[in-house]
């Protein structure tokens, strides 16, 4: 039997921190290995615990969720940690700002339980960015500012020229938010295939996960809002 994946849940808010919890360490593939109620003692549990997937708030006191991931998870970190923020649709200027500092996914603060446990899972295995819907959301809506703050050397032509054009269309397709399944629905091809071209993108352009495809892909012009 596989290992567990470990969990830290790192929450100001006491019930919900527990919650989370619970609902976690209930699931046999997943133990909860620590619990932080502020930033600071979220970094100091992370790097010390290096749990496989840390489940991040994004208001918390002494030090906010987005400096702490940029902390165990943004650029210049030697070995990053995979962050799931928790958030709200009314604080997409803060979901963006920890996109920016190398979160892997967003999650909804009223999500439902399986969802959560979805979510986990899912920036464990590095696949998917989570629900196609936030991602149109929080990246179309901050896509103009990414542009004007780390606007991209000669344009997407230069950036994206490792790629062949089928790579190409599927890196717009993954920025305009659609899981590999709509992908590959999209393209009529199997949900295998995109998978490989997922990879094969990530890798030609040395990007980690999903959410800094989206990013590069708004950034060199190759989508727009």
């Given at each position: 039997m596989a290992e567990a994946l470990r969990v830290l849940v790192c929450d100001d808010q006491e019930l919900v921190r527990a919650g989370f919890a619970t609902i976690l360490?209930?699931?046999?593939?997943?133990?909860?290995?620590?619990?932080?109620g502020d930033g600071r003692a979220a970094v100091d549990l992370a790097l010390r615990l290096r749990p496989d997937v840390v489940v991040m708030d994004v208001r918390m006191p002494v030090m906010?969720?987005?400096?702490?991931?940029?902390?165990?998870?943004?650029?210049?970190?030697?070995?990053?940690?995979?962050?799931?923020?928790?958030?709200?649709?009314?604080?997409?200027?803060?979901?963006?700002?920890a996109l920016r500092a190398g979160a892997a996914g967003f999650l909804l603060k009223d999500a439902r339980p399986a969802e959560l446990v979805a979510a986990?899972?899912?920036?464990?295995?590095?696949?998917?960015?989570?629900?196609?819907?936030?991602?149109?959301?929080?990246?179309g809506r901050f896509a103009e500012r990414i542009r004007e703050v780390a606007p991209g050397r000669g344009g997407a032509g230069a950036e994206l020229a490792g790629l062949t054009p089928r790579e190409v269309e599927v890196l717009g397709l993954i920025a305009r938010g659609l899981s590999n399944a709509e992908i590959a629905a999209e393209l009529v091809i199997s949900h295998e295939t995109v998978k490989t071209y997922v990879s094969r993108i990530l890798a030609k352009l040395g990007l980690r996960d999903r959410v800094q495809a989206v990013v590069l892909a708004y950034r060199t012009g190759l989508v727009a809002p």
């Open positions: 360490d209930a699931q046999p593939d997943l133990e909860v290995v620590g619990e932080a906010d969720g987005v400096e702490a991931t940029r902390l165990i998870a943004g650029p210049g970190v030697a070995e990053p940690l995979t962050v799931l923020v928790v958030t709200t649709f009314d604080l997409d200027q803060h979901v963006y700002d986990v899972r899912t920036v464990a295995g590095g696949e998917q960015l989570l629900a196609p819907a936030v991602t149109r959301r929080l990246v």
